[in-house]
């Protein structure tokens, strides 16, 4: 069972274009973080949401955390070939006191 | 940059012998994660220690073991390698403990067993 789901797996977009990757889950996360992968690399953190209904910006990257702090989503405005690599979402369960990570968004933007 | 340096980056070894890989942070940062990367898997947590000499198994943890005998480093053994083990491993650390300090990983190192 996979325990937060990421959608899409894979997206392939014009430069320009605006997208909104999805992290859903059916349990509770204290925080939820976002990262991304380039090819030969370790995930590099990209924000930290804690709070439900919680919205932080990151130059053209928008993310929001859900009200009820069970998904998140990450919106690109004007997506550029710089933004190509692997999404990941990550959450942090405090019933477990685990950390959960989706199977990832791989985006690719087409110059 | 989180100063972790993870060796060796590439290796290929034969199915039953041992393999042990290495994360060396600089950072003096007291948590240490073992994470292996498979396609349709996405990040697994094998092994993480929570100070020298502290270690805890993830949730994929057999046929591998861990030490940290100093801060600074965290040991990766696959006492006898199978082809399941094959994978891109990554190293993490932390400030804190999970959930109240992100992650910052190491470039990896990709292993296949053959």
């Known amino acids: 069972t996979q325990l937060l789901e990421q959608s899409p797996q894979f997206l392939s977009i014009q430069e320009g274009e605006n997208l909104t990757v999805y992290c859903n889950s059916s349990s509770v996360f204290s925080s939820l973080q976002w990262y991304r992968q380039e090819p030969g690399e370790g995930p590099v953190l990209l924000v930290t949401v804690v709070t439900g209904g919680e919205v932080k910006k990151l130059k053209r990257l928008t993310f929001q955390f859900g009200d009820a702090r069970k998904d998140s989503s990450l919106h690109i405005t004007a997506a550029q070939p710089g933004d190509t690599g692997l999404y990941l979402c990550?959450?942090?369960?405090?019933?477990?006191?685990?950390?959960?990570f989706g199977k990832g968004t791989r985006l690719h933007i087409l110059p | 940059d989180a100063g972790i340096t993870q060796s060796p980056r590439h290796k290929v070894t034969e199915t039953g012998t041992p393999v042990t890989l290495r994360c060396h942070q600089t950072e003096n940062h007291r948590y240490m994660y073992w994470y292996r990367q498979d396609p349709g898997h996405g990040l697994r947590l094998i092994h993480y220690s929570y100070g020298v000499k502290d270690t805890d198994k993830g949730e994929v943890s057999d046929g591998y073991s861990v030490s940290r005998s100093k801060t600074e480093d965290f040991l990766l053994t696959l006492e006898s390698a199978t082809s399941s083990q094959t994978s891109v491993y990554f190293c993490?650390?932390?400030?804190?403990?999970?959930?109240?300090?992100?992650?910052?990983f190491g470039n990896g190192t990709r292993l296949t067993v053959t």
């Open positions: 993490a650390i932390s400030q804190r403990e999970v959930g109240n300090s992100p992650l910052h």
């Open positions: 990550a959450g942090h369960r405090n019933r477990d006191d685990k950390i959960i």
